[in-house]
Structure formats: structure tokens, C-alpha cells
């Protein structure tokens, strides 16, 4: 069965560093990207970005790029996603992703964590 | 970025109604559009990927169509269960985009 297992909420204050994880099993990690999306209070969806952990590969939003950092551990088929400096704007439920593709068809999410709670707040 | 736009943003419904939404991508998208349930404090749910292919285990009332840049979701029959939000979402080009969500509310 494939799981997503993603980490605990987070509190943390403005400018504090963070990196959250999402372990998969379930399936061989390193054939299929993973995306990570962000939720914002009472918002919808926005897709950040993808990595291939075969080979680390990774794709950014426009949106966000720059400002985190997705990357994997394949010997523990884990991705992770980081900032550096965080802001109140930051605040969001982080939902990883398993990113799966049908020729002709495209790609889609077929499997999700249940998301990571981060507040960020001073 | 392609944008998508979902119609509408809200929907009041009931149980046993034909439930129709619509999402328009900014350009040409194929059938490289998903659909996707998501209730709060759950993950999202895939129901629908390349524009009308089901996913295992969702119910049948769910039917995606469309191709190009005009997309329709179509719940035939409402079940109490399916009281949520749904998002369109395109895969032609990075980044995939999500609509701006549809939430169906209790009549």
C-alpha cells in the first residue's frame, strides 16, 4: 500500500529555518516525483514544485522558487521540504504528493500525505 | 503560467441533484487536466486524470469530459459524501496549476 507519511506541525517565528519531511513506502521512491502543494488559511491549492529522487531532479513554480528548497534522500525515501528564513506568509498546511503519469494522459497526484500545519507567527 | 479558472466558486446543492462544474485553462491544455475532491482535514482525492479517465475506486457518478481549454466535472447523482471542494488541475507545463476550487454547500 502506498503511504505518504508527512511530520508534525511546526511553530516557529519569523526568520527561524524549518525543513519538513514526507516518508514513502509503499512503492520504489526513486521512479516517481514528488510535488509538494500548499493550502494557505482558507485558500486553495498552489503547486510549488517536483523532484525526481532517482536523480534529484527538481522543478519550481515561478511562485516559488527561491523560496524553498525541495530535495529527497533516497536511502530513506524521504523528500523534504526547507526554508531558510520564514515568514507570517509562510503560514500554510503542506500536503506532499506522489506524482504519477499515463501516456497521452498527463500527470497527477495519485497519492497524498495528510499534510504538515506550519505557523509561522512572532 | 497557464491559468485555470473554475465556475462557479460556490455551489448550493442537494442530495440526488446533478452536480456540473466548469474550469477553463488560459490556453490549450489537451486532456491533460485533472480533477481532484478535497475535504478539510483530509488530503486531496484524485477522481479524474486526462481529462475523463477515472481513478480506481471512484464512484462512477464522477465523470470528467472536455479537451482544448474547456473542461467539465459532472457528478451524476449527489451522495451525502460529496460535500467538498473540487480543483481542476492542468499538466501540460510546469507549473501545474490548480483552479481556484469549487465548493459544493448544502442547499
Known amino acids: 500500500e502506498v503511504q505518504l507519511v508527512q511530520s508534525g506541525a511546526e511553530v516557529k517565528k519569523p526568520g527561524e529555518s524549518l525543513k519538513i519531511s514526507c516518508k514513502a513506502s509503499?512503492?520504489?521512491?526513486?521512479?516517481?516525483?514528488i510535488g509538494w502543494v500548499r493550502q494557505m488559511p482558507g485558500k486553495g491549492l498552489e503547486w510549488m514544485g517536483i523532484?525526481?529522487?532517482?536523480?534529484?531532479?527538481?522543478r519550481y513554480s515561478p511562485s516559488f522558487q527561491g523560496q524553498v528548497t525541495i530535495s529527497a534522500d533516497k536511502s530513506i525515501s524521504t523528500a523534504y521540504l526547507q526554508w531558510s528564513s520564514l515568514k507570517a506568509s509562510d503560514t500554510a498546511l503542506y500536503y506532499c504528493a506522489r506524482l504519477s503519469s499515463s501516456s497521452g494522459q498527463g500527470d497527477y497526484f495519485d497519492y497524498w500525505g495528510r499534510g504538515t500545519l506550519v505557523t509561522v507567527s512572532s | 503560467d497557464i491559468q485555470m479558472t473554475q465556475s462557479p466558486s460556490s455551489l448550493s446543492v442537494s442530495v440526488g441533484d446533478r452536480v456540473t462544474i466548469t474550469c477553463r485553462a488560459s490556453q490549450g491544455i489537451s486532456t491533460y487536466l485533472n480533477w481532484y475532491q478535497h475535504k478539510p482535514g483530509k488530503a486531496p482525492n484524485l477522481l479524474i486524470y486526462?481529462?475523463?479517465s477515472l481513478q480506481s475506486g471512484v464512484p462512477a457518478r464522477f465523470r470528467g469530459s472536455g479537451s482544448g481549454t474547456d473542461f467539465t466535472l459532472t457528478i451524476s447523482s449527489l451522495q451525502p459524501e460529496d460535500f467538498a471542494t473540487y480543483y481542476c488541475q492542468q499538466s501540460y507545463s510546469i507549473p501545474h496549476t490548480f483552479g481556484q476550487g469549487t465548493k459544493l454547500e448544502m442547499k
Open positions: 486526462g481529462g475523463s
Open positions: 523532484i525526481f529522487p532517482g536523480d534529484s531532479d527538481t
Open positions: 509503499g512503492y520504489t521512491f526513486t521512479r516517481n516525483w
